[in-house]
């Protein structure tokens, strides 16, 4: 089974929007601050943004007031919203528990260019 499914991801312009979404198996999910990570070519991952399970949030620097995390207990999903999207927003998006744990999943491509 895999544990991590994300989707969502896809072209945009700049200024533009994409909501991503990431299926987690119940044994992660449940007990596990959750987290969405990116990794653009030639960089390291990063952490972008991060909910623990009351739901409090912490984000970068560079997309603080423009991505939003959230997650649903119930569906076992994590959410990320972002908004004003911008060139240097382009990689591969993931998420995992925070810390990081276990496999990755597949992740999701988000391209943001004009």
């Known amino acids: 089974q895999v544990p991590l499914v994300e989707s969502g991801g896809g072209l945009v312009q700049p200024g533009g929007s994409l909501r991503l979404s990431c299926a987690a198996s119940g044994s992660i999910f449940r007990f596990s601050p959750m987290g969405w990570y990116r990794q653009a070519p030639g960089n390291q991952r990063e952490l972008v943004a991060r909910?623990?399970?009351?739901?409090?949030?912490n984000y970068a620097d560079s997309v603080k007031g423009r991505f939003s995390i959230s997650r649903d207990n119930a569906k076992n999903t994590v959410y990320l919203q972002m908004n004003s999207l911008k060139p240097e927003d382009t990689a591969v998006y993931y998420c995992?528990?925070?810390?990081?744990?276990?496999?990755w999943g597949q992740g999701t491509q988000v391209t943001v260019s004009s």
């Open positions: 909910v623990i399970t009351g739901g409090s949030t």
């Open positions: 995992n528990t925070f810390p990081p744990a276990g496999s």
